[in-house]
């Protein structure tokens, strides 16, 4: 085992990790020691939503100002995923990012977007299309994507 996994930082994450798998439960898989979180990253499980991030390789990192939010959808993280700041990821339906992705500051990924198709009726109230969202392992998006 790595020095550096030993430290206080990553003790304070393991602990953090530890508290979003006690409130969350069977919406939330993740390996603790495998995850590593910083503070600022909010994540959210509603309306029967789940974040799956995956144990079973390289460490999974996300920087502070990020939000990871299954608003009644699925959200898969693989492997060696890096996910930088202020990231914003959502999911009504199924977003799955591959193994060793990178994701620089600023991205925004959804799996949905407003409904406009009934003229004078407000975008809000017409609802979403949702289609599932797949970035294969190994990609770089840029910054603001």
Aim: glycine letters at 12%.
């Amino acid at each position: 085992m790595n020095i550096k996994y030993l430290s206080p930082r990553f003790g304070y994450a393991f602990i953090k990790n530890i508290c979003l798998k006690l409130r969350y439960g069977n919406q939330l898989q993740l390996n603790p020691f495998k995850v590593y979180i910083e503070d600022g990253v909010r994540i959210a499980i509603k309306g029967g939503g789940k974040i799956t991030f995956d144990g079973n390789g390289h460490r999974i990192y996300i920087t502070r100002g990020s939000d990871l939010i299954a608003s009644g959808g699925s959200l898969e993280l693989g492997s060696g995923v890096f996910i930088n700041k202020n990231c914003t990821i959502v999911s009504h339906q199924h977003v799955k990012i591959g193994s060793e992705t990178m994701i620089a500051a600023n991205v925004s990924i959804f799996d949905s977007d407003h409904s406009f198709v009934l003229n004078g009726l407000p975008f809000r109230s017409q609802g979403f299309k949702k289609q599932p969202t797949l970035i294969e392992s190994n990609v770089w998006l840029g910054t603001n994507v």
